[in-house]
């Protein structure tokens, strides 16, 4: 079409300048597979390139990914299934090892390998890699076992410091003076507003009360009650202003979910189960698991002690935080954590 990028390409010779296709290269990677015997498929190759005898077994788009998956991973197979039996936190990292898992043979896959009887040097690098792969006894939970064994200890400290920073904060809070005061100081302005009313003599107040203080707004229009507080605090009470300094962890406990930290914590148990599991389940696989069993026991001694302390930290922790929300006399099933955390950083 005239003034596309292909009619200028034509007229200026850019056309010409396209770099030569390497064909040979295009044909084995892309050339359709076509079924030449009982025991597989070998890859065609056109008169323009040598012929491949490669025999293709794993449907191709699959077998490319795995190709290109396992050329990032720069360890021989037979290496690579040692590295993984003895849970070499070394030799792969977690994201190598996920993606492994992805590439577990299926069933299907399995019965087509098992079929084949020609020479195993034939197949292609996915299926020699399934066939290392078929020798290991439930070889996809032994890698997510893996998976776990590598992610633990820095899932284990994320969640415990996690878990500490709200404690601290829980602490805090009930623990910080100045903030008392300034509560009171609120209490004092609210029930001098409702002087004269039922609510003019309250005791105490609802922690989403405290949002009023930036919405209620003076005759002006300008000046809100938060304003004036601040105005009565630092004529009255200077002495609370820097309130803040007492609470030093709120900031990052802010950021955190207590529904989050009980996911964490649940994903860590489970996956420490899956573990014992297949412990459990590999003293029937013989030698070939041998080298698992002992690095699962070790990492199981230590594993299952940490996960006792933090379990019992975050039970700490559940209880601290129905302490604090107790403290400012709201029911914790109905107040929970999150929303009275809202209204603690806003105000």
Request: net charge neutral; glycine share 6%.
């Amino acid at each position: 079409m005239s003034g596309s990028l292909w009619a200028e390409a034509q007229k200026s010779g850019d056309a010409a300048k396209a770099p030569e296709i390497d064909m040979s290269e295009l044909e084995n990677l892309f050339s359709a597979a076509v079924p030449t015997s009982d025991h597989g498929r070998k890859s065609k190759s056109g008169s323009a390139g040598p012929k491949s005898d490669k025999v293709q077994l794993i449907d191709h788009r699959r077998a490319y990914n795995c190709e290109i998956m396992l050329s990032k991973v720069k360890v021989p197979l037979h290496d690579l299934m040692s590295s993984v039996l003895a849970l070499e936190d070394s030799a792969l990292d977690v994201d190598q090892v996920e993606n492994l898992i992805k590439f577990c043979p299926t069933k299907e896959e399995m019965e087509l390998l098992k079929g084949y009887t020609g020479e195993k040097e034939k197949l292609g690098k996915c299926e020699q890699f399934f066939l290392e792969l078929m020798q290991v006894p439930r070889v996809e939970s032994k890698l997510r076992v893996f998976s776990f064994k590598i992610q633990f200890h820095s899932q284990v400290s994320d969640l415990r410091s996690s878990l500490s920073a709200v404690y601290s904060a829980a602490e805090e809070i009930k623990g910080s003076v100045k903030l008392k005061r300034i509560m009171q100081t609120v209490l004092s302005l609210g029930n001098a507003l409702n002087q004269g009313t039922a609510r003019g003599s309250a005791i105490g107040f609802r922690l989403d009360s405290l949002l009023k203080l930036t919405d209620t707004r003076a005759h002006n229009k300008k000046t809100t009650l938060m304003h004036y507080l601040c105005k009565v605090l630092a004529d009255k009470l200077p002495e609370v202003l820097d309130f803040s300094k007492d609470l030093a962890s709120l900031e990052a406990a802010s950021k955190i979910q207590m529904r989050i930290l009980a996911e964490e914590m649940q994903a860590i148990s489970k996956g420490l189960e899956k573990v014992v599991q297949e412990l459990s389940t590999s003293e029937i696989d013989g030698p070939v698991s041998e080298n698992f069993r002992k690095t699962s026991k070790d990492f199981l001694l230590s594993a299952e002690a940490e996960v006792r302390t933090l379990a019992s930290l975050y039970s700490g922790v559940g209880r601290n935080v129905d302490a604090m929300i107790i403290y400012f006399g709201e029911d914790p099933s109905r107040c929970p954590f999150e929303q009275g955390k809202v209204q603690h950083v806003g105000f």
